[in-house]
């Protein structure tokens, strides 16, 4: 049987220079004359058409073309624009936050339970950017811009404190992009770090990072950032995660900046975590990566 409203939309495309090709009944793939692609939903409109006379359909489908055309030039514009003008910016989200928005912003993984989303940084606002407006720019190129731009772009301080007697360092500023900053560790480590570091990003405007070293137990250590997390996470706007990392530099660090960024890779970050029970003095580990670190420090000081 002849499928008349979708031929009409073929037809029209095809007037203005584009092929498109019918992938089931509600969905058309787009080529531009300059080989981009689209892929685009056509049920309303094929309602909207169903409704009328076969002679309207040439007309109601140059309509629908129009729109989608202009709207395709108006996204590919705004991704330039936005390159040009240095907007993108990384956000760190905990990955139930972004629900079903996810297969639609440009996010990938960081570590267990976070995901990384660029950003476009606006004067009063960000907004996520969609996949849809990213278009044919490689996502690598879009996450290593908004890498590269938080860190070069916004402001940041470092501190040294202590907790428990466990020294720390906290990378901060009163804005969202401070998690840009998980790639630079080795820059904020500022000394030896044969065991890496244990790592918490509790909320947009905190990194905290403590150098796992051979002063102070690793129990003492995990427990005081664990403390320190939650603390954050549970007080904090907008929070992040209460969990724990574990830094162990890699293939990422040994790449130079601002390469590194555009890479496609980053920084590997386990979750890491114990449970102490104070009155049986007894430690638990509570995942692999743990088990693991707790064992190398305890060889090291054999």
């Keep these: 049987m002849s499928d008349i409203i979708g031929n009409a939309l073929l037809d ?10 019918t992938l089931d ?35 109601l489908a140059a309509e629908f073309v129009q729109k989608m055309t202009t709207a395709f030039g108006r996204e590919k514009a705004e991704i330039d ?19 079903d928005l996810v297969d639609d912003l440009v996010t990938r993984p960081l570590a267990a339970g976070l995901l990384e989303t660029v950003v476009i940084d ?23 811009a908004a890498i590269r731009w938080s860190l070069e772009n916004e402001p940041h301080y470092t501190q040294d404190d202590e907790i428990y007697g466990i ?10 992009y401070i998690g840009a900053h998980l790639y ?3 820059r904020h480590v500022r ?22 070293g051979t002063d102070h137990h690793i129990f003492g250590a995990l427990e005081a950032m664990q403390d320190l997390a939650r603390t954050h996470y549970e007080k904090g706007e907008k929070p992040i995660t209460p969990l724990v990392y574990w830094w162990r530099p890699g293939e990422y660090e ?29 430690v638990a580990a509570l995942t692999n990566p743990t088990a693991e670190l707790i064992d190398l420090w305890m060889t090291s000081q054999q």
């Design 12 to 21: 029209a495309f095809e007037r203005r220079g584009y092929r498109a090709v």
């Design 25 to 59: 009944p509600e969905t058309v793939d787009v080529t531009g004359p300059d080989g981009e692609t689209w892929t685009i939903n056509t049920a309303d409109w094929r309602q909207e058409a169903g409704r009328n006379s076969r002679a309207e359909l040439p007309r």
């Design 81 to 99: 624009r936005v390159l040009a003008a240095g907007q993108l910016r990384l956000r760190i989200y905990y990955e139930e936050d972004l629900g």
């Design 122 to 144: 606006y004067p009063e606002s960000l907004s996520p950017l969609t996949r849809e407006t990213l278009g044919d720019v490689p996502e690598n190129e879009a996450f290593g």
């Design 167 to 176: 020294p720390i360092t906290h990378v901060g500023e009163a804005h969202r």
């Design 184 to 186: 630079l560790l080795n």
């Design 191 to 212: 000394q030896a770090a044969p065991f890496g570091a244990l790592i918490s990003v509790p909320i947009p405007e905190y990194v905290i990072i403590q150098v796992i």
């Design 254 to 282: 040994r790449l130079p900046e601002p390469d590194a960024f555009f890479s496609g890779l980053g920084p590997e970050l386990l979750p890491v975590g114990i449970e102490v029970d104070h009155e049986d003095k007894s």
